[in-house]
């Protein structure tokens, strides 16, 4: 999705677009345990097709149990400095971003070598979330989910600057769901 780029004055900091993780770390921590009792699955559990939300996205092909984790988010790991040179001007005017804040320090760009996550699309009422341990970023499922429906977390979407209603109206979600908060930017 592109956007006509505006002009900005050039004191005014450029920022990228992240999802952000905002799960608390005892969550994550809890869930650890469970988590390496996961079996790997020997046939793939997800396919990236044409979404009818927006461009690309994941799709289960076998049912996934709730709670199961599904797939991490993969990419090129940087700072968010790195991350800020990299796109901090690209992103102005498009509401379209391919990174990931997994930590304060961290950034998972899955822009150029990114795996299949990177095509999971937003939705209001997910059927899954994203949660980070040691700096890694995994998609978990928080309902079950069958086959051949769409894998969708809460973007969550994070500005550094303030998100007005402007803001929102120009990263607008077109999920569909009964309670749209029609906008990709979540709680900063
Ligand atoms: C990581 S990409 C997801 C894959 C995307 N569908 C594609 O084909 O590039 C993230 C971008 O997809 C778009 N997107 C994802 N979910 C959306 C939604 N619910 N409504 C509108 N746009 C969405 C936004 O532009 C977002 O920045
Ligand atoms: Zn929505």
Redesign the pocket.
């Known amino acids: 999705?592109t956007q006509k780029k505006k002009t900005r004055s050039s004191t005014r900091k450029k920022s990228k677009k992240t999802f952000k993780n905002n799960k608390l770390k005892t969550k994550a921590v809890a869930r650890k345990k469970a988590v390496r009792k996961t079996v790997k699955p020997k046939t793939p559990r997800v396919a990236v097709r044409n979404?009818p939300?927006?461009?690309?996205?994941v799709f289960a092909v076998t049912a996934i149990t709730r709670g199961a984790r599904i797939i991490e988010y993969t990419g090129e790991r940087m700072s968010h400095v790195e991350a800020d040179r990299r796109y901090g001007e690209l992103h102005d005017g498009s509401?379209?971003?391919?990174l990931f804040a997994a930590t304060d320090e961290v950034v998972i760009d899955a822009t150029k070598r990114g795996g299949p996550a990177?095509?999971?699309?937003?939705?209001c009422a997910p059927n899954c979330e994203t949660n980070e341990e040691e700096g890694r970023v995994f998609i978990d499922a928080i309902r079950a989910i069958r086959p051949g429906q769409e894998l969708l977390y809460d973007y969550n979407l994070v500005l550094e600057e303030r998100h007005t209603a402007k803001q929102k109206r120009e990263h607008?979600?077109?999920?569909g769901a009964r309670k749209c908060r029609h906008t990709?930017l979540g709680n900063k």
């Open positions: 999705m979404s939300i927006h461009g690309r996205g509401s379209h971003t391919m990177r095509w999971i699309n937003h939705s607008p979600c077109h999920c990709l």
